[in-house]
Structure formats: C-alpha cells, structure tokens
C-alpha cells in the first residue's frame, strides 16, 4: 500500500540532483523519509486502517459485501476527504511539525497513481505531474490491471484493455463527491463528470516511470512514449545490521533455508499456516526460516530445522537462503530477484497475483499457490521445485540482469525527459526557475531577472502546465462505438486509435486583462485565478 522505501530511494536521488524535495506520507514514516536527508510532510489516514480495508474486501478498492458498504464506506470517504485536504497542504504549507519550518510550494508533483489528490493539486498549481509506480496502472492490451483479478494466462486482449478503464471507474465514482467537494472549495477548480474523472492520467497523458525491470514484465507494444519502464529501486538495509546470535548460528548449521514471510498480510489462522508451513519443510526435506512479521504467525515452537527470525533486512537475509516464499508484494519480489533466488509466490490479495504470474512466466518460480488453496504438500512440492538446479540458474541469470540496472538512475531520466523544461526555466538563464511573465517583453522570467532588467514592465504570475483542458463529451461514445469492433483494434493497441484530448499547453500566465482564449498558439495559456489573479507589480 505505502511504497514507502522505493519512494525515499527515488526522492533521495532527485535530492542528490541538487532538487528540494519534500516527501509527503503518514505520519509514522517520518523518521524514515528524515533520516534519509528529505524533507517530510504529514498526510492524513493511518495506513494500516486502509489495509485493513483492503484485506476484509478481498483486496476491493470498492466494497463487495453489503456490511462492507455500510460499515466502511462512509468512514473511508471521510478519510479520503482528509487525504486530499492534507495532500493540498503538503504542496502549499511549512511542516507542522518543525517549528519555524521553512515555506513550501510545489514546482512539480511525483506521486503513487492510487495517491489521492495528485492531479487535482497539479492542476490547482499548474505545475508538471509524474507518476512513480510498482504496478502496471496503464491501459494495455497484454494484461489485466493487476487489481481487476482477471486470469492473467488466457488471450484477451479487449478484457485486459478494459479491465483498466473498469478500476479506474470504480475508483473515481466511489470518490467523485469528495474529490468535487475539495476542488470546488479549496482548490477553487471546476467538478469533474465522470468522464473527466476516469482515465484521468491515461487522457491526459500524465508521464509515467514504472519500478520494474522490462526482463520481468515486458513493455506492453501499446504503451505510448510517456510511459517509461525502469527497473526496480532497492532499499539498503543491511549496512550495519547485526543478527542475533541465535540466527548466525542457525545458518551455520546446515544448508541454507527457505525464507518464508508474508510481509504485512494479516492471517486469519496463523497457527494452522504455522502448521501447513512446518509439515512442508519436513515434507521437502529442507531447513526454514519464518519471519513472524505483523501477522504473528508466532504461537507454535518451530521443530528442529526452522527458526523463527523478526524484522531482518531482506538484503542480508536472502543472499543467505536458497529460495524465498511470500506473498508477491512488490517489494519482497524484488528483493528476492536481486539475491538470484527462486520464489513460492503465495498471494493474498491485490497486486500480488500479478507479481506471482510474471514470475513464474519468467521461469523464476513455480505456479503461485493463492493462500486460499495453500497446503503442505503443494508448498512442500514448489519448495522442491524452487531447489533444482534448472530454477536455481534461471533465477540467478534474471537476478543477474535485475542487478545490472540502477532503478534510480533511470528514475531521473526518465523524470527529465518528460519535464516542460522549456516553459519552466528564466528565459535570461536556464538555470532559474521562472515565476513572473513580462507582458511588455513577452517572457518568461525569475524574480530576481525581472526585477534587475524589466522594473517598470507590466508583469503577471507565470506557471508551467495547463492540466484544465477536458476530454471533449463525446469521448464516452466514441469508446462504446469503438468497442463493438474491438477486438482487432486491441491487438493493434486501442490507446493508438482512441480521440485524445487537445495537447496539453505548456506556460500559464495568470492576471485579469486578457480573456482566457486570447493568446496566439505559441504564448503561454492566460489564466484567471482566485489565488493568482493579482498581477505583479
Ligand atoms: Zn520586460
Ligand atoms: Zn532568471
């Protein structure tokens, strides 16, 4: 849910760039995001609480049970009002939580696609926006969105095309009352309709930069030229790590074991998994260790043979092992990946069946076993599988590749290539950032440039991006027209032939004497606004 580590990994490369950055997440990762050098800001909810959710839904954004419905949507919705409010505040506001913190506004938004409030904020700014994402959240032909729960192995291109559209719907319309409310009132934006509100970021080409190596999910033929695929950002944890006494022992004794962990999934019968995990190890005839994490799969004392270890690094724990069992999050696959091992995928819910599919096409783990249908001699029989020498190599060769690329390198990249750069900088020196426009000279400056070359000069608030433009109301038809015949066009790529949106305007200038609509094609957008609407004297 909260991608926390890959986050600060990204952002402490775009810090280390030489970029102010401020991380905005809950509150209990603060000392995370400051001890790695960033600035913090605190959103609302409680992570946990929307795990929660997601676990007693069946890993649903959207409620499929009626207690559900009436139990948690009205709670949710609220959190989600206070998720954007507080979303608002960490691109505008100082840190609560540091007295005398500096001030804070955003010149561009990097956020988690399930992220509230990103594109809203964006807008409101007029400011670039780029998505950073573990999963796949794109329309694409070549498989399911990851949270639709579709078979990923059968051939349905149209079915894995839509089931995008689908989510994205049922996320937008559970939400659309409190995402209007929020922009009506404090963002001062005009509602969206449902059209607006769905394929928000795929109509209106939002850049996108995915943390997964193209060796394990291959680049769909469909996506469009702002959608790069890095690779996965790995989180060093193992500097300076000591292990108990009792662990270093355990693994000098014998051959290296098989991690097993379920990471933050919550067990309803932990001691029954504890059980099936057990009579699986003495079945394979290898040696285990259990991580107990939240779940406290703890209770029953493990036999001889498996040990029980708590939060240990990933990244000194699995170089020691010969294969790894878990749930498929995407954080633990790669991990795995990059030690070379084999993966048991056992995924409860979400994206995690997705990550057990790409890894056993890879050919670097066995079938998934969803947790559901877990028994000890179907894990017993993939710990065997995990242990032979023609899975131990593939593993370690795609380990091998994973390894070679440096996700946050490409991160960066991939982060400049898709910014406006040309609308962002001081037209006297592209080492500024330009906050005024010159009316009378018609550019783009700094302050400091416009106040030493054009004093006198009428001169008005000057953004970067005008995300205001609307799919035209059509769009809808168009699709439902398109999709009768579609079949062909998916595997051609539907995102190719669908009516876009008019180009996205780069430069927005802000004041009252011009009519919006005015400016010639290459001037900057004219803009009233509430909050900008002054002009700069
Ligand atoms: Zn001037
Ligand atoms: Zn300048």
């Known amino acids: 849910m909260v991608t926390c580590s890959p986050s600060c990994r990204s952002a402490g490369g775009i810090a280390a760039a030489g970029h102010r950055v401020r991380l905005a997440t809950h509150e209990e990762f603060r000392p995370l995001v400051e001890k790695a050098g960033l600035e913090f800001y605190p959103?609302?909810?409680?992570p946990r609480e929307l795990m929660d959710y997601m676990i007693r839904t069946g890993g649903s954004v959207v409620p499929t049970h009626l207690d559900h419905i009436v139990e948690d949507v009205p709670r949710k919705r609220a959190l989600i009002g206070e998720i954007l409010e507080s979303t608002w505040r960490a691109c505008t506001e100082p840190d609560p939580g540091r007295p005398n913190a500096p001030s804070f506004t955003a010149d561009g938004i990097i956020a988690n696609p399930p992220s509230y409030g990103h594109f809203h904020c964006a807008e409101a700014l007029s400011i670039p926006l780029h998505m950073i994402f573990t999963m796949p959240w794109t329309s694409t032909a070549a498989y399911p969105h990851p949270l639709a729960r579709l078979d990923q192995s059968?051939?349905?291109?149209?079915l894995n095309w839509l089931s995008y559209g689908v989510v994205d719907m049922l996320m937008w319309v559970g939400v659309a009352d409190v995402v209007n409310a929020c922009r009506a009132t404090t963002l001062g934006l005009p509602p969206m309709d449902v059209d607006d509100g769905t394929g928000l970021l795929d109509d209106n080409e939002v850049p996108f930069t995915y943390l997964f190596p193209e060796s394990l999910v291959p680049r769909p033929a469909d996506w469009d030229p702002h959608i790069d695929v890095a690779s996965f950002v790995f989180w060093d944890q193992a500097e300076g790590y000591e292990p108990p006494p009792a662990l270093r022992d355990f693994l000098a004794a014998g051959d290296p074991p098989i991690y097993v962990g379920f990471g933050s999934c919550v067990v309803e019968d932990?001691?029954?998994?504890m059980r099936t995990l057990f009579e699986a190890f003495d079945k394979a005839k290898v040696r285990g260790v259990v991580?107990?994490?939240?779940?406290k799969l703890g209770g029953a004392a493990p036999p001889p043979g498996v040990h029980l270890v708590g939060d240990t690094p990933h990244d000194w724990l699995f170089p020691r092992c010969r294969a790894v069992c878990h749930h498929g999050g995407a954080g633990t696959t790669a991990a795995g990946l990059r030690a070379g091992l084999p993966s048991v995928v056992v995924p409860f819910f979400g994206d995690q069946f997705f990550w057990g599919r790409m890894l056993a096409d890879?050919?670097?783990?066995?079938?998934?076993i969803p947790i559901g249908e877990l028994t000890s001699e179907r894990l017993a029989e993939a710990f065997a599988a995990c242990v032979r020498p023609e899975m131990q190599t593939r593993s370690a060769a795609l380990g091998a590749r994973v390894c070679a690329e440096d996700g946050v390198d490409l991160v960066l990249a991939s982060l400049y290539r898709h910014l406006p750069l040309s609308a962002m900088v001081c037209a006297q020196d592209p080492g500024h950032l330009a906050l005024v426009y010159c009316e009378d000279c018609r550019m783009q400056l700094c302050r400091p440039c416009y106040e030493a070359a054009h004093a006198g000069h009428v001169a008005h608030p000057y953004r970067y991006i005008e995300w205001g433009a609307r799919t035209p109301d059509n769009v809808t038809d168009d699709v439902r027209a398109l999709v009768t015949d579609?079949?062909?066009?998916?595997?051609?790529?539907?995102?190719?032939?669908?009516?876009?949106?008019?180009?996205?305007?780069?430069?927005v200038v802000f004041g009252d004497d011009e009519a919006p609509g005015?400016?010639?094609?290459?001037?900057p957008v004219r803009r009233r606004d509430r909050r900008h609407g002054r002009a700069v004297t």
């Open 43 to 46: 959103l609302a909810g409680d």
């Open 362 to 368: 890879a050919g670097a783990s066995p079938e998934p």
């Open 518 to 523: 005015d400016e010639a094609a290459d001037e």
């Open 486 to 507: 579609a079949a062909a066009a998916l595997r051609e790529g539907l995102g190719k032939i669908l009516p876009i949106m008019a180009p996205r305007r780069h430069g």
């Open 291 to 295: 991580s107990e994490g939240w779940a």
């Open 154 to 158: 059968g051939d349905r291109p149209m």
């Open 270 to 273: 932990a001691e029954g998994l």
